[in-house]
């Protein structure tokens, strides 16, 4: 049977794909009309090819529990029908991001020098004094371009009126690229016709500009740096896209024992013939874990003197160390008012509205209205530790009223947005589940935003939790020209 | 272009992917080899399986798992038994354990073949299979694991990650051989028994090896064991041969930094190799003779691995400033 669109029905959500009148949204209708000329059976059989390649390309994520003491090692879930973006509506928020990331970066490098911003009064000393991610032992080191976040993936979400929010900003060590180019190559194996038709944005460039913009953090006078990915190693979830981008970048995927800092500062390879300088890092390590000298002294992740090395600007770490000062859901609610203070510029792109728990006023509104609230901890990531009002029982919510009354500064709360829905394949046919977007921002010499970025999908009904560590999956994000598909105008 | 140094972390994984590869080929061949054998020879004149464990040196692990030394327990101790550590189930997935940690250093699609390789194994071989369906399934894992070192041969870069990889291969090879030739030749029947029965063993012999056309093209002869021993050990120009990986292993070296100690060791099996003239070895002193160039190949092992894997680099220098290149 043929896809009968008349019994999609996102009613209430804004939908990516089709308008409430069961229309196509503009730049959608080819794509649209090809699903349509499919049947359900071809529909499933072009899933099950993509499981199946995904399979056999082992693009994995590892998940972690209680139960088990080794990660264990997943396929990648993916939805085959994309989601669409306009390149019109993608330009524009390309221009927000990058506006985004500047002001982010400026405020960081601000904060580990004169720290004006905190002077001006524009955000409160106290915030910073007490945050987890500030580090004292990165205050007055200069990065080169006065970069700190060279990658940056900011997550965007389309509430029920169409609006495209910065839900956050993923200023440490974001991750889930390499699926935003592993997706795309599965789509070209499983939908080779759909690329013919459509004017569809390619996304490899982004192993190209990663290694320039790592290049652009080498220290002064080093011509050919040579550059590495640092990893937790293979049990880490995210091994695969650290493997992934050493890979396509053509630089070696290092290990913490694989590096010495020398009685010089410098870093070194521990090569077949000996010690070889290194002189650029990306590190897919957290701060704490990164230098056992200065941090976490039973980290074997990181290496002894990594931070010495930086301080010293023999080495470049990327993203800097201390950069998730600015990665906090409570600073986050000052990003517009950075944009203005840094950039004398009005924010492009909104925040989602938020209240800090901090100030009286606000945090009363949010304990009163725990039910209907999404109540986030300052330094979290990937979906834990947050209250989802509406659907929390009620002694989860008093466990979070008493958290917040211990520890205000550690919480913000944001209404609950309804995120936007695409078509995706379940159980046989095409429901509307959520789904947000991850672009990625690379800062170097100049800026760049990936085409598009990497669509989570919250693959359970209603659900709106997107993190493949809970449930979720992904779709292919195609930025299309819509003067290229558009309907013709009429006359 | 400055030349950029492996890691020594990522040539001992290259390394170790290229022998468990080559482990994984080997036992393959040799269970699908040894079924035949055992059909051309009457149930008296056989000794079953157990030389098998032999070959692989397992045998204390496979008694303390099985009770009977029977076709079914040994072909599912060899194959498809995960906690085997010399198993293909095994081999197969530290290969591709070892693919995960260098993934980055070959063209994409080659952790793509490793990959299904294991899946193949892992679906194929595990339970109990058939006896027609393992034979299928043995013949499936030599022929992806030619296929991966084919393709690798032929697209990866030939730079000193390839030569670790040649090394692991050869190295496992030539290990592999001598065990197979060695758990032969104590058959009853290997030399100057019942003539029938003596070119069955020893033709199973080649046979592991891919080696029967070779052997027959360049020694114009019969199969007996002075001239297969001969081939086996000192014909460089059969890739298989115990001299042929030696050639191979030496060829790697010399492309390969600070090469002093395990380019010594390969001179030491050369000139032992040539001394010891194997097809005039009887019984005990091949056994003797197959004991050393063991003993030798792990020499040489362990030789890469102390001079590339696991060495302290001279110290850097003190004070600010470039490093030796």
């Not at chain 1, 000329?37 to 529990?65: H, K, P, W």
């Not at chain 1, 500030?134 to 940056?152: A, E, K, L, M």
């Not at chain 2, 199973?204 to 027959?216: R, T």
């Not at chain 2, 059969?238 to 060829?251: K, M, N």
Request: glycine fraction near 6%; include cysteine.
């Amino acid at each position: 049977m043929p896809i009968d669109w008349k019994e999609y029905n996102a009613a209430g959500v804004w939908d990516e794909l089709i308008a409430p009148t069961g229309r196509a949204r503009p730049g959608a209708g080819p794509l649209r009309k090809m699903l349509a000329r499919l049947s359900d059976v071809e529909l499933g059989e072009r899933q099950a090819a993509a499981n199946l390649a995904i399979r056999a390309m082992g693009i994995t994520f590892s998940v972690y529990n209680d139960e088990s003491p080794n990660a264990i090692d997943r396929e990648w879930p993916f939805d085959i029908i994309p989601r669409l973006v306009q390149r019109r509506e993608w330009e524009a928020i390309e221009r927000g991001l990058k506006q985004r990331v500047a002001a982010l970066n400026l405020f960081i490098d601000d904060i580990y020098h004169e720290q004006r911003v905190l002077r001006d009064g524009v955000v409160p000393r106290a915030y910073i004094e007490k945050s987890r991610e500030f580090r004292p032992q990165c205050v007055g080191v200069d990065t080169p371009n006065g970069i700190w976040s060279h990658v940056c993936g900011s997550d965007l979400v389309r509430d029920h009126d169409g609006a495209v929010y910065v839900l956050e900003d993923n200023l440490r060590v974001p991750s889930g690229v390499s699926y935003m180019l592993e997706n795309r190559e599965v789509m070209k194996r499983v939908f080779p016709e759909l690329f013919q038709h459509l004017a569809i944005h390619p996304v490899d460039d982004y192993p190209r500009q990663l290694s320039r913009c790592l290049a652009a953090a080498a220290p002064d006078g080093v011509e050919t740096p040579r550059i590495a990915v640092l990893t937790p190693g293979i049990h880490n979830s995210a091994y695969f896209e650290h493997s992934y981008l050493a890979q396509t970048m053509a630089v070696d995927l290092v290990e913490g024992r694989d590096l010495v800092v020398g009685d010089d500062d410098c870093v070194y390879l521990r090569t077949i013939e000996g010690l070889v300088r290194l002189h650029v890092l990306y590190r897919r390590v957290d701060d704490l874990f990164l230098d056992p000298e200065t941090f976490n002294e039973h980290s074997l992740l990181g290496a002894p003197g990594l931070m010495r090395a930086w301080r010293a600007g023999n080495v470049a770490l990327a993203n800097a160390p201390g950069c998730g000062v600015a990665d906090d859901k409570v600073i986050y609610t000052y990003v517009p008012d950075l944009i203005r203070y840094y950039l004398s510029e009005a924010p492009l792109l909104p925040n989602v509205r938020s209240h800090r728990c901090v100030e009286k006023s606000e945090r009363d509104y949010v304990l009163d209205n725990l039910d209907t609230l999404v109540v986030k901890p300052a330094n979290e990531s990937g979906g834990y530790g947050m209250l989802i009002g509406p659907q929390a029982t009620k002694r989860e919510r008093e466990r979070f009223r008493r958290r917040i009354l211990a520890n205000p500064r550690n919480y913000m709360a944001q209404p609950m947005l309804t995120l936007s829905t695409a078509p995706t394949w379940t159980d046989g046919r095409l429901e509307p589940r959520h789904l947000d977007l991850r672009p990625f921002v690379l800062s170097g010499h100049e800026r760049y935003v990936t085409m598009g970025g990497l669509t989570r999908v919250a693959l359970r009904k209603g659900s709106t939790v997107v993190n493949s560590s809970q449930g979720g999956g992904s779709k292919d994000t195609w930025v299309v020209d819509s003067t290229a598909t558009a309907p013709r105008a009429r006359r | 272009m400055p030349t950029l140094r492996t890691l020594s972390r990522v040539a001992e994984s290259i390394y170790w992917m290229g022998r468990y590869l080559e482990r994984a080929e080997s036992t393959a061949r040799v269970v699908a080899v040894n079924a035949n054998l055992l059909m051309d020879l009457p149930a008296g004149a056989s000794l079953g399986w157990r030389p098998l464990l032999d070959i692989a040196g397992a045998g204390d692990a496979f008694d303390a798992r099985y009770a009977h030394t029977d076709e079914r327990n040994v072909a599912r101790f060899l194959t498809g038994d995960a906690a085997n550590p010399s198993s293909i189930a095994s081999s197969t997935a530290r290969a591709r354990d070892n693919a995960r940690i260098v993934r980055g250093a070959m063209p994409r699609v080659a952790f793509q073949y490793i990959n299904e390789l294991y899946l193949f194994v892992r679906e194929e071989l595990a339970g109990q299979p058939s006896r027609s369906r393992r034979g299928a399934a043995l013949d499936g894992v030599a022929r992806r694991v030619q296929q991966i070192e084919g393709f690798l041969s032929s697209a990866m870069l030939h730079d000193e990650k390839w030569q670790f990889l040649r090394l692991g291969n050869h190295l496992e090879r030539a290990d592999m051989m001598t065990r197979i030739v060695d758990s032969l030749a104590r058959h009853p029947n290997a030399g100057g028994g019942f003539p029938p029965f003596e070119q069955v063993i020893w033709r199973s012999a080649l046979q592991s090896l891919y080696a029967m056309q070779s052997y027959l093209f360049s020694t114009q002869g019969q199969v007996e064991r002075g001239p297969v021993l001969q081939f086996l050990f000192a014909n460089e120009a059969f890739p298989r041969s115990y001299a042929g990986c030696l050639r191979s292993l030496r060829f790697g070296l010399r492309h390969l930094p600070r090469n002093v100690a395990p380019a010594r060791v390969c001179e030491r099996i050369a000139r032992r190799l040539k001394a010891a003239r194997p097809q005039r070895l009887d019984g005990t002193a091949l056994h003797d003779f197959i004991d050393d160039c063991q003993i030798q190949l792990n020499a040489l092992h362990e030789a890469i691995s102390i001079t590339y894997f696991h060495f302290e680099p001279a110290a850097p220098p003190r004070g600010p400033g470039e490093a030796p290149a």
